[in-house]
């Protein structure tokens, strides 16, 4: 099964967001037999990629891509040459299943009756899913929510110490290969 990943993660968001999650999930499909992936990307500033390169090499992951200078008019450049570079490797039909990083309707011309995997990434819905009860939570829209819990957890020494064991309780539900195992799931009944 070959997956295709598209551009739009990796362009324009130097730092965090889920560009680690895609970046494990394609690690660990790297060494999986039976699937193989594609990312549609020539330019990124993203660091997960970028520091991790020298590393994957040696692990024989292959990541195309030259790293550009982070300015508005740099990521603006990169972003249309990405699209047009993900819309080329979409028109050749040459994979299973297309994963982009996030829904935009550029795909829908393209795709044809190839299955798409979309992963939604909404932190309001999905925190208390991934911490439990390892977080202590507060409405995002109340100033007084927010002040009151946070307050809660700098003060209290006995909160930090309950929630820091109850997190490295729940490290072993999300570890890069289930995580990958998970989606692999997904994929497979899909071809």
């Given at each position: ?6 551009h739009q ?8 967001r889920?560009s680690?999650y ?15 992936f594609?990312?549609?990307l020539?330019l990124?500033n993203?660091e997960?990629l970028d520091?991790?390169s020298?590393?994957?090499r040696l ?5 195309r ?12 450049v990169?972003?249309v040459?990405?699209?047009?570079h993900?819309?080329?490797?979409l ?5 299973d ?38 977080a ?7 100033d ?5 819990t946070?307050e ?7 909160l930090?110490y ?5 997190g ?6 999300f ?10 799931d997904?994929?497979?009944p899909?071809?």
């Amino acid at each position: 099964m070959k997956v295709l990943y598209d551009h739009q993660l990796f362009t324009g968001a130097a730092y965090g967001r889920v560009s680690p999650y895609f970046y494990e999930l394609m690690r660990s499909f790297a060494h999986c037999s039976g699937i193989t992936f594609a990312l549609a990307l020539l330019l990124s500033n993203n660091e997960c990629l970028d520091e991790a390169s020298a590393v994957d090499r040696l692990l024989g992951l292959h990541l195309r891509f030259r790293s550009f200078a982070n300015s508005i008019q740099a990521n603006q450049v990169a972003s249309v040459l990405n699209r047009l570079h993900s819309i080329s490797r979409l028109r050749t039909g040459q994979f299973d299943v297309f994963h982009p990083n996030y829904y935009h309707r550029y795909i829908l011309p393209y795709v044809g009756k190839k299955p798409v995997v979309i992963t939604f990434h909404d932190v309001r819905s999905s925190f208390p899913e991934v911490a439990g009860d390892a977080a202590v939570y507060f409405d995002s829209e109340n100033d007084e929510s927010i002040a009151d819990t946070v307050e809660r957890a700098v003060l209290s020494d006995s909160l930090r110490y309950e929630l820091r064991q109850r997190g490295n309780g729940r490290l072993s539900l999300f570890s890069p290969a289930q995580t990958a195992q998970q989606t692999f799931d997904v994929y497979h009944p899909l071809i």
